[in-house]
């Protein structure tokens, strides 16, 4: 080789090895992502599935398809290899598989790595998020502890719901929750029943190996695509799940009839509906007579959010890609401090704080016990589409550098908003 050949050896090599690195896809600082509605195939209760009777009054996709996902990236992208990169959040909720169901947990299984290729396949970001509070519907078999005729009946069931005193005589039967509008829903959990407990982690046992392989099979350059998992839902013990006095009495009657007033986050502990968390903090070991206290319904939260992450932890999610949920609904609450553990990074909701999410005082004190390397805006809406807002909003969202990514809630609440799309590409764009 004479050295104008070698020369030329050398310049193509170079600019070979420029091309390549530069075809990488870079890891991004920061997410903005969307929340995807939820499915009817992720569903396989009853048609009495509180679930089931929700998605009749929102709007949702049956199917999540290559051009769903498409259009999304069409709408609000601003390209790959850029410093905030777009992506999606996609929710799990594995006890709406009945017990010992092996046909709808074979679904359920094969349904998400069916999920897990086709984000890889148009390279969008993803955040799994795993739920086993918010949707229990089909674990009649830990609830149902007062219905012969139903699936799952024993009375014994009393110990894995929420009581109104110290206990089980005082279990549950219904609770109501508001997202959008107030419906009934099966009652809250005793998140502290070792019961519950094996349930969840028997479900997160087969479903995490499914997440961390795929993760494993991505290239070096699709790493990015792999934003987290997510555990906990605004996790607490009263608010999405409350239970109004006498409501036992309420079960057989109309929906209609129902009382409409609701909670106010402010009235602590109870929040103005009756107070439960007596049969967590019993079995918690928190307490065992006299009445509940903020600090007790905190407490339970915690250890909660620390069991749910430690079980994340010891099946392989590393500290960097494990989140947990929690929220505040009163100015510096403990619950505040429920997502912080040393297997996560904390996350929170964020709707009255949406205009600038650092400026919560209850998440700043929360941070300040925290050595997470991140933590995460993790459910997040503006009441209102305009641009200009929209755009400081994200931008204040996303200017503490700790923060990983920022989840608007939901897709399809903003899908047909293009001053939302703009304000979401001009925070990419760096505008």
Not at 103 to 128: C, H, N
Not at 166 to 181: F, L, Q, S, T
């Amino acid at each position: 080789m004479n050295r104008y050949d070698l020369t030329v050896w050398l310049f193509v090599s170079v600019l070979l090895l420029g091309i390549g690195k530069n075809s990488i896809a870079k890891e991004p600082s920061q997410y903005i992502l969307v929340n995807l509605p939820f499915r009817d195939e992720l569903t396989w209760s009853s048609d009495e599935c509180g679930l089931r009777r929700l998605l009749a009054n929102i709007p949702y996709r049956d199917e999540m398809t290559r051009e769903y996902l498409l259009d999304i990236k069409q709408k609000i992208s601003g390209g790959e290899n850029r410093d905030i990169q777009i992506g999606v959040s996609s929710i799990y909720s594995y006890l709406l598989i009945p017990k010992d169901d092996a046909a709808a947990e074979e679904r359920f299984l094969k349904q998400l790595k069916d999920d897990l290729a086709l984000f890889q396949e148009v390279r969008m970001p993803v955040l799994i998020q795993l739920d086993g509070e918010q949707w229990w519907d089909a674990r009649g078999d830990l609830w149902n502890w007062w219905n012969p005729s139903k699936p799952g009946y024993d009375p014994k069931n009393a110990d894995n719901v929420e009581w109104t005193d110290w206990g089980p005589e005082h279990a549950v039967k219904v609770a109501w929750r508001n997202w959008a509008w107030q419906h009934r829903v099966v009652p809250a959990p005793n998140l502290m029943s070792p019961a519950y407990i094996a349930a969840w982690e028997e479900k997160m046992e087969k479903i995490i190996p499914v997440i961390l392989d795929w993760e494993k099979s991505l290239s070096e350059d699709q790493k990015y695509l792999f934003v987290g998992i997510k555990v906990g839902w605004e996790s607490s013990v009263g608010v999405n799940a409350w239970y109004y006095p006498n409501g036992n009495d309420l079960l057989d009657k109309p929906e209609s009839e129902d009382p409409q007033t609701g909670l106010n986050g402010n009235l602590l502990p109870g929040r103005g509906a009756q107070t439960i968390g007596y049969a967590a903090a019993k079995t918690a070991g928190i307490r065992d007579h006299g009445k509940i206290t903020e600090a007790d319904l905190a407490e339970i939260a915690r250890r909660h959010l620390e069991n749910l992450s430690r079980k994340a932890s010891e099946l392989g999610v590393p500290r960097e890609r494990l989140f947990t949920h929690g929220a505040g609904w009163k100015a510096e609450e403990l619950l505040y401090d429920a997502p912080v553990n040393k297997y996560s990074c904390p996350g929170w909701s964020f709707y009255g704080h949406a205009p600038d999410p650092p400026q919560d005082q209850g998440v700043q004190r929360a941070l300040k016990s925290s050595d997470a390397p991140y933590w995460a805006v993790t459910e997040w809406l503006l009441a209102h589409d305009d641009q200009s807002q929209w755009t400081s909003s994200l931008k204040n969202a996303l200017s503490p550098p700790q923060v990983r990514y920022v989840c608007i809630f939901n897709w399809y609440g903003i899908v047909d908003k293009p001053t939302v799309h703009e304000a979401i590409k001009n925070v990419v764009n760096g505008k």
